[in-house]
């Protein structure tokens, strides 16, 4: 039995699909009667298009879907250029080719793809579909079909949630089987059914019933639990067939390759997020196990640089992993997400053990909407965060997220306040809500004052309303205070503009803006303000004791234990003047130094 593994545009042209070669050395390891190969044909639509379109395409969903789209239903071109170019923006749009160039390359791509594969023995055809594959997936399914009608077509991944892809295999032909949640232990079932070994599929396979017409109304959902429980056991991943692809290709490409130490969130109770729907559960493996993964990818591919696919970084796996590999005189970096660490040490551990570029979940500086959205931290934990890593070495990434249905202004003049102490501070990313298929806000709308929940606006112009009328998509748009958040939140957007300038503007980046030397006595600070000179603050004795006992968050009371000479009056006085400095940030009732230490 010969099975072909398929990734489309846009999976990140620099890096292998974690999805197929997990699922390769699985089924290799499962039987020998399964032939595998992976196919990576974002690769040649990058070298065809050129790298730098690509990139800056596939850091864009929508961007990238309304492209395939309009080869997808030709008739939606206009609309899909249109789309294209509004969530692009004028900048970007003018640094790349027309949209019709484009789309006319990554037609003709598609097309010599498929004359050069050799389909002909191939029992299953199956297409991982992440975030903007799908329309292309679609595409390039139908065009196999056309070639090859006998291959069953599958597809699966996190775009592949049931209710979704059920409606999948509703309303396209040319899709034969769809997986739903974890794909080894169901793809393994699928291949013994097709070869005749077993009755039916098994849990969390769709199919169409034998014999009913090609809308797949009948199509059957098992939703019960067939994931594999212990991820130590998996099988190494094989980027075998991704390297040779790139080798034909010609790019130029020193590759960073996906590393998967856990499957689900810990947490798992944000109620914005929707990234677990594949998932019945939080697992992860050992820092052992992953230690040897990473030594085999390493001396097998030559590569060192590391980007973890988890949703979040497992913790006390990953402080054993960082702590190893802090003894190790390799230059190796990584990327990876984490939940808002507690102390600056932690930091530092796992950027000694390699941690080069960490993406925190932030999401906001208001303690009311922190709440709402169920974050289970608070502003002064975001902003400590913010600043460890700063402290640390670590090039910190992270969202803010705007207009998040039923906010207030209040929650909106809390982030203003907490923009300003944030600033010497990596910008974050203005995050505009999105609702999500599967997440809290769907699950419980009028909860958080969304009246109504409707395809969104962009798939609207994407797809034909025939189709989408019957489509489960993983985006939706929620009707209520959206008009009003968005003219709410609007200061929050341009305040957040001239923090990424002040960034952009600075002469040393390498330099911290806030930063203190500290000379025993005394203390230092150093302090950069947007249009004007730098700033010095010296404090000294118990000025400084106080001040560097506010590096980490701490308690207003537990500082007045600490200095029992000074009144809560004085502590209070003291406290507010490096506030008003925009030294220190107080929150509640309690209070963090923003300064770092400068480096010597």
Not at 204 to 224: F, H, I, M, S, W
Not at 344 to 365: A, C, D, N, P, R
Not at 417 to 445: E, I, K, S, T
Not at 500 to 521: I, K, M, V, W
Request: aromatic letters at 10%; charged letters at 25%; glycine letters at 6%.
């Amino acid at each position: 039995m010969r099975v072909v593994l398929v990734s489309m545009p846009w999976a990140i042209f620099n890096r292998p699909s974690i999805q197929l070669s997990v699922l390769q050395a699985y089924l290799h390891g499962q039987s020998g009667d399964i032939t595998v190969e992976t196919r990576h044909p974002y690769l040649g639509a990058a070298q065809r298009i050129g790298q730098e379109t690509y990139q800056l395409i596939s850091e864009n969903n929508w961007a990238g879907e309304a492209l395939y789209s309009s080869l997808l239903f030709p008739e939606r071109r206009d609309q899909a250029r249109a789309v294209f170019r509004q969530t692009l923006g004028r900048k970007i749009v003018r640094s790349l080719p027309d949209f019709d160039v484009i789309a006319a390359q990554l037609d003709s791509h598609l097309d010599d793809w498929l004359e050069r594969q050799d389909f002909s023995t191939c029992s299953l055809a199956a297409f991982s579909v992440c975030f903007s594959q799908l329309p292309g997936s679609i595409l390039a399914a139908r065009r196999l079909k056309k070639r090859y009608p006998h291959i069953p077509v599958l597809m699966g991944g996190s775009t592949c949630a049931p209710a979704i892809g059920a409606s999948l295999l509703k309303v396209f032909p040319v899709i034969d089987f769809i997986i739903t949640g974890e794909g080894e232990r169901p793809l393994h079932n699928l291949c013994l059914y097709l070869a005749g070994e077993k009755p039916h599929p098994g849990p969390n396979v769709l199919q169409r019933p034998d014999g009913a017409p090609t809308d797949g109304k009948d199509a059957k959902e098992y939703p019960e639990n067939n994931e594999i429980p212990d991820l130590n056991r998996l099988p190494l991943p094989d980027f075998d067939d991704y390297f040779a692809e790139l080798k034909q290709t010609g790019l130029p490409v020193f590759p960073t390759l996906p590393l998967e130490f856990s499957r689900g969130c810990w947490w798992n109770k944000c109620a914005f997020c929707n990234l677990n729907l594949q998932w019945c559960g939080y697992r992860c493996k050992k820092s052992e196990r992953m230690l040897r993964e990473l030594r085999h990818l390493q001396n097998r591919y030559h590569c060192l640089d590391f980007t973890f696919t988890d949703n979040v970084l497992p913790p006390r796996e990953a402080d054993r992993f960082f702590s190893a590999l802090q003894k190790d005189s390799h230059d190796l970096r990584f990327f990876g997400e984490i939940r808002v660490l507690k102390n600056l040490q932690t930091y530092v551990l796992y950027q000694k053990g390699g941690l080069h570029t960490v993406q925190i979940g932030i999401e906001s500086f208001s303690n009311p909407l922190l709440q709402r959205l169920n974050k289970g931290t608070r502003a002064l934990d975001n902003i400590a965060a913010m600043k460890f890593a700063t402290a640390a070495g670590i090039k910190l990434e992270g969202n803010l997220i705007l207009e998040f249905p039923g906010s207030t202004q209040e929650q909106v003049n809390e982030t203003m306040r907490a923009l300003d102490f944030v600033l010497p501070f990596p910008p974050l990313q203005a995050a505009g809500f999105f609702l999500g298929h599967g997440c809290p806000v769907w699950g419980r709308p009028r909860d958080y004052g969304v009246e109504a929940i409707l395809q969104h606006p962009y798939n609207r112009k994407l797809y034909p309303a025939s189709v989408l009328s019957r489509l489960v998509m993983l985006i939706k748009y929620g009707r209520g205070d959206r008009r009003h958040q968005e003219q709410l939140w609007k200061p929050v957007r341009e305040k957040m503009r001239t923090w990424a300038e002040f960034h952009q503007q600075r002469e040393n980046a390498c330099r911290p803006p806030l930063s203190y030397r500290d000379g025993g006595d005394f203390i230092i600070i150093r302090q950069e303000r947007p249009g004007g000179p730098a700033l010095q603050h010296r404090l000294r004795g118990l000025s400084r004791k106080i001040y560097l006992a506010c590096d980490q968050p701490v308690a207003i009371k537990e500082l007045l234990h600490t200095f029992n000479s000074i009144t809560e009056e004085k502590l209070s006085a003291f406290l507010a003047g490096l506030e008003q400095k925009r030294l220190l940030f107080r929150d509640q009732d309690g209070c963090l130094a923003l300064a770092v230490r400068q480096p010597a």
